[in-house]
């Protein structure tokens, strides 16, 4: 056939894996089955909390992530994407470690939002882990492109982010998309006028409650599933 | 950690094999990411199709399903399983070829019968495909504990359940939701009390048109996610 096969680093969590894995086909063009992306998903969540672990309170997921890689790298894999921000932490780790190359999930989102250029710079909320808020992935690209970034209060980071993306890990959606949503409020009540959704936690959540908020978000996982989708189709053209 | 491992040989249809995972998610008790099954998903859908290769009508899938054998077989799996019913007409081969337990959806479907021992036998409707029902795998079994099975006729296989179950394939699942709903009412106007959706294309169909049906069926494809889930409860146990 063609030489893409993507792996898929996830279990972090399970949910928003397969929530990757469903936001990949159905952005897929397809009239059967074989029209579909080929992925060769690890969701095997055995792996050490990783905000936890850049909280300082819990052990490096690294060594299990490294695991993964190597086991995933015994495969003829093309890519490998994570559907996880926190992770990407040890992006530049996990990448040294694989023959098949790894897709940044920021990339992969500022692509998507690059496409749409008609957009002007909006006050853009950013809902994340303190890991990935601290990283400044997203704060960085944005303000290059002119956006200002809102980011949530510690004390929201508490009261809402934390128990919300938890909620979701447990499989309560509800119970996290409720708390999710008040904290786009709060955002959207300091003037953002968009979000995004950096947590891969976070889409679930919404989605659970049927958030007004996801017709104005960038969702990250869906941000992947569209660049795994474009890597299928341009393997695809040139076969 | 556990010895559990269970790769899943899906693609036949990707949509069905998303399904098999976020039905493993659902049904296991987890207050964290790491309560839940660690799974391998070999989501490939680049496989010749099972319906027509059993027809006569193309080539057989077994090499390429082969190869995805001996692809999961690289990684350490405690079992596999494969969310497609047709596909087990090649179950002994792939078995043959395995280092990993294989696992028979047929038996995961009456062990998961066989818990709800108060319910009597019934008049029982098998959603099925052409091989599946030439198989005999659940009319043999279904036989054995006194019930009586009532397959579509020829007539309703050509007008509701291959289109309908095409369409899902094509992510069209209200169209083909609304098909084979006209093939469980049909079943049912012949007498069944109760149906198996022994396709896996067949609830996530079911469920896109909120089939008063689900109620009353056995999903193949739950009964299967529930015997991971017990694989997983058992080996967690034991460790």
């Known amino acids: ?4 096969l993507i792996g898929v680093l996830g279990g972090m969590g399970p949910l928003a894996t397969a929530d990757l894995v469903q936001k990949i086909i159905v952005s897929t063009p397809a009239d059967r ?20 672990a850049l909280a300082g309170t819990g052990p490096s997921p ?31 780790a996990l990448t040294a470690a694989s023959r098949a190359p790894l897709l940044h999930i ?7 939002m690059h496409k749409h ?6 006050v853009t909320g950013l809902i994340a882990t303190h890991g990935t808020l601290r990283a ?3 704060q960085q690209r944005l303000a290059a492109g002119g956006n200002e970034v809102l980011e949530p209060t510690p004390q929201e980071m508490e009261e809402l982010f934390v128990p919300g993306c938890y909620a979701v890990k447990r499989g309560e959606l509800i119970e996290g998309g409720v708390l999710l949503e008040q904290l786009a409020d709060r955002l959207a009540k300091r003037g953002a006028t968009r979000l995004i959704l950096a947590c891969t936690e976070v889409a679930p959540g919404l989605a659970a ?3 007004r908020w996801l017709a104005r978000s960038i969702d990250t996982t869906q941000a992947l599933a569209q660049a795994c989708v474009e890597l299928w189709q341009q393997s695809r053209a040139s076969y």
């Open 117 to 122: 250029v008609t957009v002007p710079p909006q």
């Open 136 to 138: 400044g992935w997203y």
């Open 106 to 112: 920021a990339d992969a989102t500022l692509a998507a």
């Open 62 to 92: 690294l060594p299990v992530l490294l695991e993964a890689i190597r086991a995933l790298n015994k495969l003829p894999l093309s890519h490998i994407v994570i559907p996880c921000n926190t992770a990407h932490h040890w992006f530049d």
């Open 1 to 4: 056939m063609t030489d893409c």
């Open 33 to 52: 089955d074989q029209d579909h992306v080929p992925l060769v998903v690890w969701n095997v969540p055995q792996i050490p909390d990783r905000q936890k």
């Open 209 to 211: 409650v049927n958030s």
